[in-house]
C-alpha cells in the first residue's frame, strides 16, 4: 500500500475542508448540479477521446497508485551474478535446472530464451519489444488521468457559464439569483479541486511508477543479454550496480562488504 498517496489525498481534501468549516457552513460549498456537471463532463469527453478498451484497463492501472510493492533494485542483482556464474561453470544449458525458481516473468522469459539458443540479436528485440509494449500501456493510462485532469476545469467553466446564463435569466426573481450564483461559482471550484488533487496527481504517481518498473526491466536485460555473452560475474555486477542512482549503490556496496 503507498501511504503517501492515501496521505496526500486525506490530507489535501482534509485541509481544504477545515479551511472552509472555520470560515462558515461547509454545506454551501456542496451542489448537486455542480458534481453532475464537472464529473459527467470529464468522464463523458474522456470516454469520446479514448476506446473503451483503454478505459477499461486504466481502470485495473489505477490501483498502482494506491497499492504498489516497492522494486527492490538491490535484489536483483545477487540473482543475475549467481546465474552468470553457474553459466560460465556449467555451460549456458545449466540454467534449465534453476528456471523454475524465478518468480519473475520477464526474467524468466529472458533465460529460457537464452537456454532455447535465441541468437542474441533477435533475443535482445524481443526484450526491448516488450518493454516498449510495456511503456506504451503506462502511457495511455497515464495519458487518460492527465486528459481528465485538462477536462475536469473545463467543465467547471461550462458550468460556469451554465449558472450565469440561470442568473441572467433570473434577474427578476432573486430567490434565483443566488443558487445560480452558487451553481456557477461551485462548479468551478469541483473542476480545479478533482484535476489538482486526484487527476494530475495521479497521472504523475504511474509515471514514477512506469519509470521504476522500465528501470527495472532495463536491468534484468542488460543482465540477461550479458550472461548469454559469457560475460565474467564481476563484469555483470558492476554493469548492475551502474543503473542503481548513487544512494543504491553506497547501500549495495555497503551490504557487500557485510557480507
Excluded: C, W
Amino acid at each position: 500500500m503507498d501511504i503517501a498517496t492515501f496521505l496526500g489525498i486525506l490530507s489535501a481534501f482534509g485541509l481544504l475542508a477545515v479551511a472552509i468549516v472555520s470560515r462558515g457552513d461547509f454545506t454551501v460549498f456542496f451542489n448537486l448540479s455542480s458534481l453532475l456537471i464537472v464529473l459527467g463532463g470529464t468522464f463523458g469527453a474522456t470516454l469520446i477521446n479514448y476506446p473503451m478498451k483503454d478505459i477499461i484497463r486504466v481502470l485495473r492501472v489505477v490501483k498502482n497508485a494506491f497499492v504498489h510493492k516497492e522494486i527492490d533494485y538491490m535484489s536483483i542483482i545477487p540473482d543475475l551474478v549467481r546465474h552468470s556464474r553457474l553459466a560460465r561453470k556449467d555451460g549456458i544449458l545449466a540454467l534449465d535446472k534453476i528456471l523454475d525458481e524465478i518468480d519473475d516473468q520477464f526474467y524468466y522469459e529472458g533465460l529460457r530464451m537464452v537456454v532455447d539458443g535465441t541468437k542474441p540479436q533477435m533475443l535482445k528485440q524481443i526484450l526491448r519489444n516488450e518493454i516498449d509494449f510495456l511503456a506504451a500501456r503506462h502511457r495511455v493510462g497515464i495519458s487518460i488521468f492527465r486528459t481528465m485532469g485538462q477536462f475536469a476545469p473545463a467543465f467547471g467553466m461550462i458550468g460556469t457559464l451554465i449558472g450565469l446564463i440561470f442568473m441572467l435569466g433570473a434577474l427578476d426573481d432573486a430567490s434565483q439569483i443566488a443558487s445560480a450564483m452558487a451553481l456557477a461559482l461551485v462548479t468551478t471550484f469541483y473542476g480545479a479541486i478533482l484535476a489538482n488533487i486526484l487527476f494530475l496527481p495521479i497521472a504523475g504517481k504511474l509515471k514514477e511508477r512506469s519509470t521504476a518498473e522500465i528501470l527495472k526491466l532495463e536491468m534484468v536485460m542488460a543482465g540477461i543479454l550479458a550472461i548469454q555473452q559469457g560475460e565474467m560475474p564481476s563484469m555483470v555486477e558492476q554493469q548492475m550496480i551502474s543503473f542503481l542512482p548513487t544512494e543504491y549503490r553506497r547501500v549495495y556496496l555497503e551490504q557487500q562488504k557485510i557480507f
